[in-house]
């Protein structure tokens, strides 16, 4: 009798579980997956990049040809790892804070390595990282209203630091200096507009949720 009436329940009822059919659970993605696993490799490469950066005087060709190998598959795991989290649904957590830690981390790391050694003054290493830091604090001080997305700004701003700290860390002839030096004004440049774009988006966006909470307090 039971039986049957399990029969006509499910005959009347199509939306009914099959009792025969165990329900799928959700698979939670892996902490450590292949794209965490090339946002940490990336970290890790960081002081990497810096010892063989400063391996005798800063300056022999073949160190610096190394230091600038370490920088370039450092730089190429941020584009893989990305395109894997967002193509296979690796997307966690850990990654959506870790990447941009990674990012800053090698460009800093360069930056500053660069200016020690005395081949990028040190008002471009700060305008840069005035600008990284500034944008970090402002992103914490708006999670809890939205997040700011990056933008494609953003993403120019970082593969064109990359190509000019690039050029900057190759062992170059004198004549190739002018290349270096339009990229990284274009750097900052860029480093400077997408800064000045996200704080547009963070005042916006601050205006709006004043604005939601005094209607709110006001009954409208």
């Known amino acids: 009798m039971s039986a049957q ?30 794209a965490n696993i090339l946002t940490i490799l990336r970290i890790l490469l960081v002081p990497v990049f810096l010892v063989v950066l400063f391996v005798g005087d800063g300056h022999s060709t073949t160190w610096r040809l190394i230091a600038t190998g370490v920088f370039a598959v450092a730089a190429i795991t941020d584009r893989i790892d990305g395109q894997l989290a967002r193509k296979y649904g690796l997307v966690t957590d850990f990654g959506k804070l870790a990447d941009p830690i990674a990012d800053k981390a090698l460009i800093g790391a360069a930056l500053v390595g660069l200016s020690i050694l005395g081949d990028l003054p040190w008002w471009v290493t700060a305008v840069i990282a005035a600008r990284e830091l500034g944008i970090t604090l402002l992103r914490f001080a708006v999670l809890r209203h939205a997040v700011i997305p990056a933008g494609r700004g953003g993403k120019l701003k970082t593969l064109v630091q990359t190509i000019a700290i690039g050029f900057y860390l190759l062992p ?45 307090s006001t009954g409208a």
Do not use: C
């Open 172 to 216: 170059l002839p004198d004549g190739f200096d002018i290349l270096g030096w339009v990229l990284m004004g274009a750097a900052v440049l860029l480093t400077v507009v997408t800064g000045l774009d996200y704080v547009v988006q963070a005042v916006r966006l601050r205006a709006g949720v004043h604005k939601v909470e005094a209607n709110a």
């Open 5 to 34: 009436r399990e029969d006509w329940t499910a005959a009347d009822n199509p939306a009914a579980p099959d009792p025969s059919v165990e329900p799928a659970s959700e698979t939670a993605v892996p902490l450590l997956n292949i």
